[in-house]
T-cell receptor, first 113, second 115 residues
């Protein structure tokens, strides 16, 4: 069984600064996918970024990037130039090649003006 | 292209009644996932279905909960004889497939309140 751990229940960052959210996971599978989703106060789940485990290059989407360390089973999310609209709960997710999904408990990020 | 549609958005039931939550996946998606989010908690996987088949129900409570995804029509999550502890937000997601087509897109959720 897979597990996903987000060790930071809450974090805050000043607007325009950079913040990193941590995620570790455990699996015996060699091929899988990792995701970060955000859930703003509207409660809608929004895809932030996706990483394929067989790709060594870290995924990047505009101000969002990941640091994927496969051997360490670590998948952190870096948000650069934080904006007020980034305030949300962030979930790290593991999805196996067969579609089995495991989400972490989330990190609540507050961006302060 | 409409996104994942869930209805109702809010559902109020009294203890002992049945709750039916519906989810229509995105066009072209044949994989559906149901999750439960208790207040102030994270997202917990419940069940994964493909058309007419349950692929993984390891997160479903053994009693009172069932899910289906018929050949025609939306996926249904059914909760029989609801109790107060069932009060939560229930999210549905859909994907085109697995592997390289496994991006899950989420609906807006159904908030179930049990009185």
């Amino acid at each position: 069984a897979q597990t996903v751990t987000q060790s930071q229940p809450e974090m805050s960052v000043q607007e325009a600064e950079t913040v990193t959210l941590s995620c570790t996971y455990d699996t015996s599978e060699s091929n899988y996918y990792l995701f970060w989703y955000k859930q703003p106060p509207s409660r809608q789940m929004i895809l932030v970024i996706r990483q394929e485990a067989y790709k060594q290059q870290n995924a990047t989407e505009n101000r969002f990037s990941v640091n994927f360390q496969k051997a360490a089973k670590s998948f952190s999310l870096k948000i650069s130039d934080s904006q007020l609209g980034d305030t949300a709960m962030y979930f790290c997710a593991f999805i196996s090649n067969a579609g089995k999904s495991t989400f972490g408990d989330g990190t609540t990020l507050t961006v302060k003006p | 292209n409409a996104g994942v549609m869930q209805n109702p958005r809010h559902l109020v039931r009294r203890r002992g009644q049945e709750a039916r939550l519906r989810c229509s996946p995105m066009k072209g998606h044949s994989h559906v996932y149901w999750y439960r989010q208790l207040p102030e908690e994270g997202l917990k996987f419940m069940v994964y279905l493909q058309k007419e088949n349950i692929i993984d129900e390891s997160g479903m409570p053994k009693e009172r909960f069932s899910a289906e995804f018929p050949k025609e029509g939306p996926s249904i999550l059914r909760i029989q004889q609801v109790v107060r502890g069932d009060s939560a937000a229930y999210f549905c997601a859909s994907s085109r497939g697995t592997g390289g087509e496994n991006i899950q897109y989420f609906g807006a959720g159904t908030r179930l309140s049990v009185l």
